[in-house]
């Protein structure tokens, strides 16, 4: 009897480990398949959107991403979409901090588990333009933020600046005194203002990261240092003057 109570949990133990070593050995099209055809649904109109327009859509045209079936989050979308200067672009279902990741490109052109191509240039003379009234919420990109992990403290800043950004974000789409700012999440590492007093400014964001900076023409930019747990909606009326109902 003391052999059978013995033996059996040395079985399960057994089972666990056999059924966890054959489910890490299955292919992804396995593991990982309503991943995947959400992808492959994406993927196909993407393609079907460089067709018709002749480009690859923005990654801060958040409306016309969404209509791509990307769904919307505080970190951008999901999956995380990135494209380079080449007229090549990634996608990528981001599982926790580290990679590697489920990703797919249109260079590789095949769904594989490895770690992810940053297409976001660290190259000076490769510059994000922006102009008008804006909202820019500075993050690093995933490379950049691989570099800060081991600062104290960085997950809970960017956990924190993640979600006051995504919140703001939220008012800004539902509320109609909004319409007519636009807003975007930055991780390029080099930005230039174009329209704003004293511009053309141009901006190394590794200097700004976590902050947000509001634009306007001819105005001074804002630059908020403070993350705020509630949003940014107050110091965005104060800047772009913008009346309440």
Same mark, same amino acid.
């Given at each position: 009897?003391l052999k059978? #109570? #013995?033996l !059996?949990?040395l079985?399960?133990?057994?089972?666990?480990? #056999?059924?966890?070593?054959?489910y890490?050995?299955?292919? +992804?099209?396995?593991?990982r398949?309503s991943?995947?055809? =959400?992808?492959?649904?994406?993927?196909?109109k993407?393609?079907?959107y460089?067709?018709?327009?002749n480009?690859?859509?923005?990654?801060?045209?958040w409306?016309?991403l969404? @209509?791509l079936?990307?769904?919307?989050n505080?970190? *951008?979308?999901?999956?995380?979409?990135?494209l380079d200067? @080449?007229?090549n !672009?990634e996608i %990528?279902?981001l599982?926790?901090?580290?990679?590697p !990741?489920?990703? $797919?490109?249109?260079?590789?052109?095949? $769904?594989k588990?490895?770690?992810? %191509? %940053?297409f976001?240039s660290?190259?000076?003379?490769?510059?994000?333009?922006?102009? *008008?009234?804006?909202?820019?919420f #500075?993050?690093?990109?995933?490379?950049?933020?691989?570099?800060? =992990?081991?600062e104290q403290? +960085?997950y809970?800043?960017?956990?924190?600046? *993640?979600?006051a950004?995504? =919140?703001?974000?939220?008012?800004?789409?539902?509320?109609s005194? !909004?319409?007519?700012?636009?807003f975007?999440?930055?991780?390029d590492?080099?930005?230039?203002?174009? &329209?704003?007093?004293?511009c053309?400014?141009?901006?190394?964001t590794?200097?700004?990261?976590?902050t947000?900076?509001?634009?306007?023409?001819?105005?001074?930019?804002?630059? +908020?240092e403070?993350?705020?747990?509630? *949003?940014?909606l107050?110091? +965005?009326? &104060?800047?772009f003057d913008?009346k309440?109902f």
């Open positions: 009897m059978k #109570i #013995i !059996y949990p079985v399960l133990i057994a089972l666990i480990v #056999i059924g966890v070593f054959t890490q050995n299955l292919p +992804i099209e396995s593991t398949k991943d995947i055809e =959400q992808g492959n649904k994406i993927i196909q993407i393609e079907q460089q067709s018709i327009h480009k690859l859509p923005q990654k801060n045209d409306k016309t969404e @209509n079936g990307f769904q919307m505080e970190t *951008g979308t999901k999956p995380n979409y990135t200067y @080449n007229g !672009y %990528t279902f599982d926790g901090f580290d990679d !990741y489920l990703i $797919w490109n249109s260079i590789d052109k095949k $769904w588990i490895d770690f992810a %191509t %940053t976001n660290n190259d000076e003379n490769e510059v994000a333009f922006f102009k *008008g009234n804006q909202i820019l #500075i993050r690093p990109s995933e490379e950049k933020f691989k570099s800060l =992990q081991e403290g +960085i809970e800043v960017d956990s924190d600046f *993640g979600f950004i995504q =919140q703001t974000m939220d008012s800004l789409r539902l509320l005194k !909004y319409k007519d700012l636009k975007e999440i930055v991780t590492r080099f930005i230039e203002i174009k &329209d704003c007093k004293n053309p400014m141009k901006i190394d590794d200097t700004l990261l976590y947000t900076i509001l634009i306007s023409p001819r105005k001074e930019i804002k630059i +908020i403070i993350i705020h747990s509630m *949003g940014y107050s110091a +965005i009326d &104060d800047f913008v309440s």
